[in-house]
C-alpha cells in the first residue's frame, strides 16, 4: 500500500507540474528583426509589439524649443539602431487587439523596452510599465521629455486608424 500511494503522489506533482507548465508557457521567438515603428518588430514571421511601453506614433510630432520635431520618427530610427546590433530574444505573453504578440524584448542582454523609456522616445505603459526608467528619462529631460508631447494614446484616440 505504501508503495501505491507514493506512485498516486509523484503521479500528481508530475500533473500538477504539467499543468502548471503548460499554464505559464510562453512563446520565445529570436533572430534578425526588422522595425515596423517605434514600439512593434517583426521577428519570424511575427508582429510583436513590445510590452510595458508605449512610443509615439510614425506621424506623432512633439515640441522642443518651440520647434516640432518628429519624434515618432525618432523612436522607430532608435529602435532601428538597436535591432542592428544583433539577433533579438523576445518572450511573447499574450497578444493585442491586432494580433501582435506582446513581448519583452533583448538585445545584447539590453531590454529593448527599458532602454526606449529611459531615453526618453516611450512611456511606461501598463502594469508592466517601465516607471522608473520613465522618472529617469523626465528629470534628465531626455527626447519627448525635454518639452511637450501628446502620449501616444491620446495621439492615437485623436487620429484613428483608417484600416
Do not use: N
Not at 26 to 53: E, H, Q, W, Y
Not at 69 to 95: I, N, Y
Amino acid at each position: 500500500m505504501r508503495i501505491l500511494d507514493v506512485v498516486v503522489a509523484f503521479a500528481l506533482v508530475l500533473a500538477v507540474g504539467f499543468a502548471a507548465e503548460w499554464m505559464l508557457r510562453k512563446d520565445v521567438f529570436a533572430g534578425p528583426a526588422t522595425v515596423v515603428d517605434g514600439d512593434t518588430l517583426s521577428l519570424d514571421g511575427r508582429r510583436i509589439r513590445l510590452l510595458g511601453m508605449d512610443a509615439p506614433e510614425l506621424a506623432q510630432t512633439c515640441v522642443r524649443d518651440g520647434a516640432s520635431w518628429p519624434c515618432g520618427a525618432t523612436a522607430r530610427f532608435a529602435l532601428a539602431e538597436m535591432v542592428q546590433r544583433g539577433d533579438v530574444f523576445c518572450t511573447a505573453s499574450g497578444e493585442d487587439a491586432y494580433g501582435r504578440a506582446l513581448a519583452r524584448c533583448t538585445v545584447g542582454g539590453v531590454d529593448i523596452a527599458e532602454a526606449l523609456v529611459r531615453q526618453g522616445l516611450a512611456v511606461a505603459y501598463g502594469r508592466h510599465g517601465y516607471t522608473a526608467a520613465e522618472a529617469e528619462a523626465r528629470a534628465a529631460g531626455r527626447g519627448m521629455w525635454a518639452g511637450r508631447f501628446e502620449r501616444p494614446q491620446d495621439f492615437r484616440a485623436a487620429h484613428p486608424r483608417s484600416d
